[in-house]
């Protein structure tokens, strides 16, 4: 008699838990800063215009860094500001001696130019981990505020598999946020990277090769089953809504950018949408504003 196979599913990788314990450690380090300069790390947000989901990231990250016992400064500004108002606020900000780290929310209002404004900020209150100087620094391996959803990423990932040595990292997506700078933190632990995109030739064959997949391309459940390799560890970094009619007239559900319920068949370890990537980003810009807080004083903190 043969046995049928039995199905087993990936573990769900559980990025809000990690993400309490990071920011619970953070706060520590920020305590440290706190007792020996006097004053709690700050770090300033900047949102302008009345966009709904960045109104809402900005008050979910202010919210934790208040929470975490740091000093959050917020500057609403009018959707119609003007490219030399921006300028002139960033750099107050760079000059301030009570900020260490400078946000300033994407996207911006389409009058604004969004690449001056990040490379107008001191790339060591560059939280964000954008500026020029950030990026070379990251790519030649020095130290550097890397952004942060991808290094939120690379935590999730030496978590679960210890060292990445000689592992094969597939990235999809290319972008300057997550997928570029996710390359240069693969590279950095040793992993074999290959980066794939829209114009790559046979992108399920490529994926399948993968033993960490990364899925940063911004299309809902683009990742099917059939790109992954048996028991690779999945990271999506997507999130977008999509129209859920069954919920009711114009509500709308979360998915990232790979089918969650098709991948986790095959997977052997995969993060939700939501409650995976999505709360590492905000506990990593705890993160680079308590590092960026350290470097500026001289205090030294323990690595997190």
Do not use: W
Not at 258 to 268: L, Q
Not at 281 to 294: D, G, K, M, Y
């Amino acid at each position: 008699m043969v046995e049928a196979a039995i199905m087993t599913e990936a573990k769900r990788i559980d990025g809000k838990q990690f993400a309490e314990t990071l920011v619970a450690k953070v706060a520590n380090e920020a305590a440290k800063i706190g007792a020996t300069t006097g004053t709690a790390p700050g770090l300033a947000v900047v949102l302008v215009g009345d966009d709904p989901a960045s109104a809402v990231y900005v008050r979910n990250k202010i919210a934790t860094t208040t929470a975490a016992g740091m000093r959050s400064i917020e500057h609403r500004l009018a959707a119609d500001t003007s490219q030399s108002a921006l300028m002139a606020l960033i750099d107050q900000l760079n000059h301030d001696a009570l900020v260490d780290g400078i946000l300033v929310q994407m996207p911006l209002p389409p009058q604004l130019d969004e690449l001056a404004v990040i490379n107008a900020i001191n790339p060591d209150k560059d939280v964000d981990g954008f500026h020029v100087v950030n990026v070379g620094r990251l790519a030649t391996g020095q130290p550097a505020l890397v952004p942060c959803t991808p290094y939120g990423c690379i935590l999730l990932l030496k978590d679960q598999l210890g060292d990445l040595a000689g592992r094969h990292a597939v990235v999809v997506g290319r972008s300057n946020i997550v997928g570029k700078p996710m390359a240069q933190l693969l590279l950095a632990a040793h992993c074999t990277v290959t980066i794939a995109h829209s114009r790559s030739d046979d992108l399920p064959a490529l994926c399948r090769q993968a033993d960490i997949l990364v899925a940063a391309v911004g299309r809902p459940e683009m990742i099917t089953a059939d790109y992954i390799k048996p028991g690779a560890v999945v990271i999506d970094v997507g999130i977008n809504r999509v129209a859920a009619p069954d919920r009711g007239a114009g509500k709308f559900r979360l998915t990232g950018d790979v089918d969650y319920a098709a991948a986790r068949r095959v997977a052997g370890a995969i993060t939700p949408v939501p409650g995976g990537v999505g709360p590492m980003t905000i506990a990593c810009l705890l993160r680079n504003t308590v590092v960026a807080a350290s470097r500026r004083h001289g205090v030294i903190i323990d690595d997190i």
